[in-house]
């Protein structure tokens, strides 16, 4: 239900899957004069391109985006604004295979539960393709957030059993290996254990880091639509990610109240700081001002050479070696979809904090006319 | 924005605050023919009652449930039913500490800045008081869910550094002791823990892990509306709740596509069987009829009577020791809270999953007439 | 479905029934810093009371609000403003006549189809007393505009054949008369009309209508919200309400495109404005500025004494005569739940507007910081 | 804000403008196994065509639909249906004119003031072509309802001055005169008014009915999701509809309710029939099994040759007379969207009619299972 569209008053809808003619994305609700180029869209696309390294498959995607509406001399005009994708890596293979068999820890079971029957081809709406539309959102998103000068930064913090140190962190080195991982000691270890797990036909999981500075301290709410929960929910919406937390999230098991409240004090300045920032940025659902600091953990790529039990439609028990090459860790490509819907939410929940105080609504209608 | 209200096809809206004159809820889309009984609904909130134990605050709330609208003859009539709690303990304290500072790990700071003051007395809205709604709605969610044959079990994992050991599990011991453990012994050793932390005026974070039983394989969507993202939103909306996963959670960081893919198999009885379930219960967004397992990382409660640094509105850095008694920690009356989170999760999911199919819709309507 | 809330941004939800315990409203969204009391909301409620002239059922309905949350020292607080009405005249009476037959006019079957069984008592939930919520959440609503200096007035524009005439308006005579009109002589030809409508122990229709004054000149969207849209489906949520329409309404069927066109000219101040005022002060689904202008059919009290043919559930034909003094129309008591569902529906608008520029988004966030 | 989705359940989410690359809908909620090739959705695009009588315009607009995603072998598959529409009347024109003035009758005004400037160019988003993506929608949800054996017809009934008379229906007429007319006679009046408007390069206005059958007695809401409020919402949402009415509409401002209540009768065989349907088919705002009766008041093309009085945005009073040919007369055109949004709203309702009785919530999972 409501599926396929994300967002209330900027709000995004989705469609598309691996085999059709191609995916895409309507953003509904982009505030009028922003600029708007395809180049914009196409940065973040190709962040999340296969093809880019030896860890990531071959195949050859070029998914190139093309804006079909809601610009009108490179700004966008307040409607909505229609991007897609065209597919091109259709030729026909041969999917009798997965068609008749449930492939483990991929969505064919419960697709067809679901729905009764399932389009088989290349994953169909389960594929990775499916977030190429909240990647292209999501650059729209990212360019609003940057006028209002809130900046986000996504990485790769761990593959496997390499975790990369806080010690040695360089934001700079982020785009410098294909990992994109800020500590080169630990991407070097990393593409190792990688190469490893592709000759044992075998995949790894890895922990994605993501970290928003300088966001307004009022946005989210007090209840049900904390901005936390609206993070946890926007990024356990994506494919593969089983786990979501924020700040010192589950080491607060074993923390102490002592240890985990962050104490305030006035600076030199006499402006009001947090000494530590335990909560990460969020106090009872509501952003601080402090950095948002969130982290999602994300599971092996599902789709392995390596021989699995499982079984077919026709009630046997079966082995299955998925042919074709596949990534061997979906976290690299996965940076950049956290960071997208880490920016839609954080665009929606501002938008949404614009109405807390009626002083502020007086001041702006007032402005208004 | 949006912020009480939770859900879509069964829709709760909360309100109330610490001191106002009580606190409730609203349940709309509640199915007609429901029978329902104000104890039904006290039964849950004497779940989240304090002053049961040494570990959580002495004072006294009665907190007695009062239905004032969607009843008829015992059964729920598919009209909005309103449930309420009066406040009792409203008593006049001094409050001007809170008043003019900010406490650390609280919500004061967030709550001035979005809404421009707050309402100090015994943390307003931001208060542990706002979860009585929840509760109330979820004791209705789950004796849907009971109709439908789901069950939801909800324990203390861990506090602090003691964790509830897998092989002596026994869900018995669940409402044996006042922490809520299923493991008798580490009930014991959490105890002594708690008792450490009270006496140095501290306090304790925890993990609380939930299961569901008997779910139906078809609910949840695969894109945005995942039901695993709109569990998280759900715990994550939790005061105090940090961290969320499902199945293993962050250990897919460091797992394999071999270790964490659950291998399908057909039974003797020819049904057909996930041999593991590394995956909670949820594939693609989907339920897939085996038990859905997540976990809530709570933090330390935030009030303490320990020293703790801070500021005050007239531009000082002041000292403060927080008066008053305390839970030493949220966990133990928080894992009623999560159980009805859930359930209102699952129910409206449930809901949201009926339209999936048209021969269904056609066989739903042809009985209909 | 979400039948008892309505609004996004400034949303409410009511409950209640004739004779539950009360009926009530959560107010949520509201701002924070709006002056309120609870006699901001009686008053509003005292013009939907019964019982107030001769046309209108005698019953005793005193309808005090009491304000249960969000609001500290006179303003609200910007979380849920809970508000209730308990029923006083819940003392038995013998409905075993209404719970066995279907009212002609009425939901009895309706409802009866979609829930199986119904609260038959005063009408349940399809009571008039459903409207208690919006009105009381209406005058907060109105507050908000007037605090925006947008202005409602709403009246009786027609009661059975008896119509106001334009040329004999005087606002100043709506609330100087108990039908709520603002033409003197149609009141009192109109207080005759109903007097044999009594007589014959029948009842009679009328129509609403509604100016709304300076309202902002950007609030609606281009596509299915447009504000007309809206308001519509607000004003057609009421009971009773059989038609909407907008400017000049129903008679553009039968206009030209030079006669229905608002021709635009600079004054000699050199401001826009409007020569005419066809299309009701909205164009493309957004407010120009001008007035906008709106009407409701009102159908007559289904509840009447004389003779009426229906069925009973024994499979019978049945003839009915209603018992109980019921009011002779329901349009002078419609007047502020008009008002109130109009005021409503600007808040939550005007509110939606707030995001449709990028440089007012700009200008609002450097403000805030 | 929220502006192009439409639905809860069955949504929809149109874009595009008048000179883009095309316009398009997405469809989400649809369930899975519905038949659908494009030869459906094409069948309503054709009804809503231009240059297809005397009436309408010249201009040549082929608007053929291509199906993106959502189908697999002739099947719906529950996941996103994306359509699109390539514009093909892009070449460049002079809009100078329309770029600097303010038409009368148009959004030009309000669009500026909303969001500070405009795409121009044929309307832009307030474009005749915004319908597109509606009709392409309603032609899924119209082969839905087939399937519930819910039929629908919609059909002009009155051109300015020219009213089809009821008895003279003939339904199999409708389709065989170019203004959807079932009045043959009336059809041949109504062409030559419109003839003479076209001389005086003036334009018409008219009224547009709706008759659903077999709908099941259950849809709706008894508060604000009231059957007739979402079709209000749904018909006052096309552009160029000014009024709205169920049943008897504004007539019943005149009614009694002796003349207006719907007495109920059981027929010779012991079914309930209501002797008159003066309600329209909803009582208390849900379906009562009777015809749904709706209409719609629309206004006439404010695109008129004749000379306008209007302003520039250079502070100037001007005269405007608008080029190029423009239909006559809205109304044919706009039967199939009224017809479109009525079935999007009936199955979007009727989804969320299915969790009404706990008996039906277990049957369903039940027989799921």
Redesign the interface.
């Given at each position: 239900?409501?599926?396929?569209?994300?967002g209330?008053?900027?709000?995004i809808?989705?469609?598309?899957?691996s085999h059709?003619?191609?995916?895409?994305v309507?953003v509904?609700?982009c505030?009028?004069?922003?600029p708007l180029w395809e180049e914009d869209i196409q940065k973040f696309l190709d962040r999340r391109k296969p093809g880019q390294s030896q860890y990531a498959t071959p195949r050859k995607e070029e998914d190139t985006v093309?804006i079909?509406?809601?610009?009108?001399e490179g700004?966008?005009?307040?409607?909505?604004?229609?991007m897609?994708v065209h597919n091109k890596d259709q030729h026909s293979k041969d999917y009798s295979e997965i068609a008749s068999v449930?492939r483990?820890?991929?969505?064919d079971?419960?697709?067809d539960?679901?729905?009764?029957?399932?389009?088989y081809r290349g994953g169909?709406?389960?594929s990775g393709r499916?977030t190429i539309g909240r990647v292209a959102a999501g650059a729209v998103a990212v360019k609003?957030l940057e006028?209002?000068h809130v900046s986000i930064r996504t990485y790769t913090l761990?593959i496997?059993?390499v975790k990369c140190k806080k010690e040695a962190f360089d934001f700079s080195n982020i785009h410098k290996n294909p990992l994109y991982m800020p500590d080169m000691k630990a991407a070097e270890l990393a593409g190792q254990y990688l190469s490893d797990?592709m000759k044992q036909k075998?995949?790894?999981?890895?922990?994605i880091e993501c970290v928003v500075h300088n966001m307004?301290?009022?946005a989210?709410?007090?209840?049900?639509?904390?901005l936390?929960?609206?993070l946890?929910?926007?990024v356990?919406?994506i494919?593969a990610v089983?786990?979501?937390?924020?700040?010192?999230?589950?080491?607060?098991?074993?923390?102490?109240?002592?240890?985990?409240?962050?104490?305030?004090?006035?600076d030199e300045n006499?402006k009001?700081i947090k000494?530590s920032n335990h909560?990460?940025g969020?106090?009872?659902?509501?952003?601080?001002?402090s950095d948002i600091i969130l982290r999602a953990?994300?599971?092996?790529?599902?789709?392995?050479g390596?021989s699995?039990?499982?079984?077919n439609k026709k009630?046997?028990?079966v082995t299955i070696n998925i042919k074709g090459r596949h990534d061997p860790v979906i976290v690299p490509r996965a940076v950049v979809v956290v960071e997208s819907m880490v920016a839609l939410t954080l665009v929606d929940?501002?938008?949404?904090?614009?109405?807390?105080?009626?002083?502020?609504?007086?001041?702006?209608?007032k402005?208004?006319?």
């Open positions: 239900m409501f599926g396929s569209t994300y209330n008053l900027f709000r809808t989705t469609w598309g899957e059709g003619k191609g995916v895409g309507v509904d609700g505030p009028a004069g922003l093309e079909l509406s809601g610009i009108f700004q966008t005009t307040g409607t909505p604004i229609s897609m449930f483990p820890g991929h969505a079971f419960t697709y539960q679901k729905y009764g029957f399932r389009d169909g709406r389960a499916e609003i006028q209002l761990s496997g059993p797990c075998n995949s790894s999981g890895g922990i307004p301290a009022n989210g709410d007090p209840s049900f639509e904390k936390n929960a609206n946890g929910k926007a356990l919406s494919g089983k786990g979501f937390e924020l700040g010192d999230g589950f080491r607060v098991g074993e923390a102490t109240g002592l240890s985990n409240n962050d104490p305030y004090r006035y006499g009001l000494v909560s990460g969020i106090l009872g659902g509501i952003s601080d001002g953990a994300v599971k092996p790529t599902p789709s392995i390596a699995q039990q499982t079984v009630g046997e028990n929940m501002l938008m949404g904090s614009m109405t807390s105080r009626m002083d502020k609504l007086i001041q702006f209608f402005t208004d006319k």
